[in-house]
């Protein structure tokens, strides 16, 4: 089945010790997303890349980057991860309305969650 | 800034016990309301899209409405296996917020069988 797979699923790390996230999609789809959702919280947007275009959150923090080489692969990196950063970290993907894509319909990865000690 | 506030934060059914989920929203130019379902440790599903006041869309028990200021899910019947949380979000028109989704906390629902 097409569909959006991250990973790893589960990452541990130390504090300052930086994190690479995966996420690859079969769906062809020309929009990827990068979420971060703390527990109990809502998911919180930190960029997304329509097509090769970088589109970066106002208040993401520097600390976090992204890398997309192509239409299915994309990049998380942390480069130096706090407490404050243990999360779950959800990719997703969607089709451009022009393709006849559904606004809002987002297609989401199980997640990575990360644990920083 | 956008906000979403969904209510209430968790809710206990029994099994056949209809009840609504509310979400409440602050946006400049709704282009659109979303509900999601999420399982623990998972990513949300979509389930709904919602575009203007006044809209209803149904899958199996649920059915999602839209006013000017709020939507509700409503869940006919539940059974256990309804039983998750689901986040509302919405995208507002225009320029660049037009890939950003806003989501709500959720509210976590369990149905006991």
């Known amino acids: 089945d097409a569909m959006v797979i991250q990973n790893p699923r589960y990452q541990v790390t130390q504090f300052g010790k930086p994190v690479t996230l995966s996420c690859s999609q079969t769906l062809n789809h020309n929009v990827m997303y990068w979420y971060q959702q703390k527990s109990s919280q809502a998911p919180k947007l930190l960029f997304h890349y329509y097509d090769k275009d970088f589109n970066n959150e106002a208040d993401t923090p520097d600390n976090f980057q992204s890398r997309r080489p192509n239409t299915s692969f994309c990049f998380l990196d942390i480069r130096s991860p706090g407490l404050g950063d243990a999360a779950m970290y959800l990719c997703?993907?969607?089709?451009?309305?022009?393709?006849?894509?559904?606004?809002?319909?987002?297609?989401f990865g199980e997640g990575s969650r990360l644990t920083v000690l | 800034e956008d906000q979403v506030t969904q209510s209430p934060e968790a809710l206990r059914l029994q099994e056949g016990e209809s009840s609504s989920l509310n979400c409440s929203y602050t946006v400049s130019g709704l282009r659109g309301l979303f509900w999601y379902r999420q399982d623990p440790g998972k990513g949300p599903e979509f389930l709904f899209t919602?575009?203007?006041a006044g809209e209803e869309k149904e899958k199996e028990r649920l059915k999602a409405t839209l006013t000017k200021k709020e939507s509700f899910l409503h869940i006919t019947a539940p059974k256990p296996e309804d039983s998750a949380t689901y986040l509302c979000a919405v995208q507002r028109r225009g320029g660049g917020s037009n890939y950003k989704l806003t989501f709500g906390k959720g509210t976590l629902l369990t149905v006991n069988p």
């Open positions: 919602l575009y203007s």
């Open positions: 997703a993907t969607s089709r451009d309305f022009a393709a006849g894509g559904i606004s809002g319909e987002l297609f």
